[in-house]
């Protein structure tokens, strides 16, 4: 399971854990998903002009520490806090990953490498979106 996962999975039920209210931890989740894309969104020109294995090394030590924090955290305000840090680099990293494949494999086998790197949430959801077939 991915961070990603484990953060979208958890976070109502650590909030709960901690007295967290239903609003503030609603707040914190939608204070997430908008981070979501505003990492999105500022991935694609950072990967366009830095090296993408320093981006995704910066990210990737940035969700460790924010899953070390997550557990620490004493306080209401900073399930708020640890919301959209985790939001600005949780999705950053669908950027830089298959710019990083595509300069160092082969386009005719791209898609069995990116496969796990896109086969989480977005790819599920993508996959519901995109799908042709009616839903059983």
Same mark, same amino acid.
């Given at each position: ?13 650590? %909030? ?18 908008? %981070? ?13 002009? !830095? ?8 990210? !990737? ?11 620490? %955290?004493? !306080? ?40 796990? %790197? ?19």
């Amino acid at each position: 399971m991915t961070t990603t996962g484990l953060m979208d999975t958890h976070l109502v039920s650590i %909030a709960h854990d901690h007295g967290v209210s239903t609003a503030l931890t609603g707040t914190a989740v939608s204070l997430l998903a908008a %981070a979501n894309i505003a990492g999105t969104v500022a991935s694609g020109p950072l990967s366009d002009r !830095y090296s993408c294995a320093r981006i995704l090394a910066v990210l !990737y030590g940035v969700r460790a520490l924010i899953m070390i924090l997550l557990a620490l %955290a004493l !306080y209401r305000a900073w399930l708020v806090v640890i919301s959209v840090a985790f939001g600005l680099v949780d999705f950053a990293t669908l950027a830089p990953t298959p710019l990083i494949a595509t300069r160092n494999f082969p386009v005719a086998s791209l898609g069995p490498r990116l496969r796990p %790197a896109v086969d989480g949430a977005p790819g599920r959801l993508r996959g519901r979106l995109l799908s042709t077939r009616s839903a059983p």
